[in-house]
């Protein structure tokens, strides 16, 4: 069985955020965004990676005045105007961008298609939980109407649900159902990752113990036996002690790993490396690079105009990444 991951690069664009959730310690209250010199420099040291990965909080310019102060004296009315120079910069870089960038409106995810190979939005859960209270951005209608609106726009998704963060074993399983209908009517769900909760000192939450292993295992069983067999399960490697019994249970992606970023949203996990990774697949999977948008679509040619010729560069025959 083959194994995808993607080098990439992590741009976390802004800390900033309107939500504010209990188990988060990427959030901050100051007003930052990163400008065009540092993400430049970023890029320019991760020489080798594909994809640029732009992630940052949710709306920070509707409700914070420094937010909006910044991005004026920077020229720009509104952030989502500057994540499109930035995706434009990376491109010139030789970077295939994927944003992250909460819940948008059609016309939002139509001003970043051209310039991605692909999108994503975690739904997390598809049911109200009191760690989201003061998370506007997180009520499920509204995920769910950003991922079903991707589909409706032919765009290449990534989303997931965070496992441990209050909800019920059957909850998330129909979170699971609700991606797997929405791939069903759309099929644009490239991968789900299930991603588990870690404490945050400072947080509300950290005291709150973490799904044990043996519940992560049986929620990517669960996952496989919901979601489309098209559709790639993801175990993020720095998380989990050995990626090995998760790929056994059905897991055949290990997600976006970089040689010079840390991962900004678990910044105490480290990520392992690719000789770690072959090391643990343990001579019984493949290990294949990819591009953030999967060979599924790149043979479909779904993906940004903007960045058709870096993935004809970069794609094999079959979709993967060149070797």
């Known amino acids: 069985m083959i194994v995808t991951y993607s080098r990439n690069v992590f741009i976390p664009l802004t800390r900033s955020c ?37 992630t940052f909080g949710e709306r920070p310019d509707q409700l914070n005045p420094e937010m909006k102060k910044i991005l004026r004296a920077l020229g720009y009315s509104e952030l989502l105007d500057y994540v499109v120079d930035m995706n434009k910069l990376a491109i010139a870089l030789g970077f295939l961008p994927h944003t992250n960038a909460g819940v948008l409106e059609k016309s939002e995810l139509l001003k970043l298609k051209p310039f991605n190979a692909s999108l994503g939005l975690m739904l997390e859960q598809a049911v109200e939980l009191e760690c989201h209270s003061e998370s506007p951005g997180k009520k499920p209608e509204l995920r769910i109407r950003t ?19 209050g909800e019920k074993e059957y909850e998330r399983a129909y979170s699971l159902e609700v991606i797997a209908e929405l ?15 870690k404490p945050k000192k400072g947080t509300k939450m950290e005291n709150f113990p973490e799904p044990t292993t043996e519940e992560m295992l049986k929620t ?5 036996q919901i979601l489309p067999k098209d559709v790639a399960i993801q175990i993020p490697p720095n998380l989990v002690n050995d ?15 970089s040689e010079v970023t840390p991962d900004y949203i678990n910044p105490e996990a480290n990520w392992p490396s690719i000789e770690q990774i072959k090391k643990a697949l343990r001579g019984e999977f493949v290990l294949r690079e990819r591009l953030p948008v999967y060979p599924k679509f790149v043979k479909l040619k779904l993906f ?18 060149r070797s």
């Open 18 to 54: 309107r939500n504010k959730c209990w188990y988060c310690g990427f959030r901050v209250e100051n007003a930052d965004l990163m400008d065009r010199d540092s993400i430049k420099m970023l890029l320019e040291r991760a020489r080798g990676a594909k994809e640029a990965l732009f």
């Open 304 to 321: 940004g105009s903007a960045v058709s010729e870096l993935i004809e560069v970069y794609s094999d025959d079959d979709g993967y990444c």
């Open 183 to 197: 791939h069903k009517e759309f099929g644009h769900i490239q991968e789900v990752i299930i991603q588990n909760f």
């Open 220 to 224: 990517v069983r669960l996952a496989r």
């Open 243 to 257: 990626i090995y019994p998760f790929l056994k249970a059905g897991a055949n992606d290990l997600g976006g790993i």
């Open 147 to 165: 991922i079903r609106t991707a589909g409706k726009l032919k765009i290449p998704f990534t989303t997931g649900i965070l496992v441990g963060i």
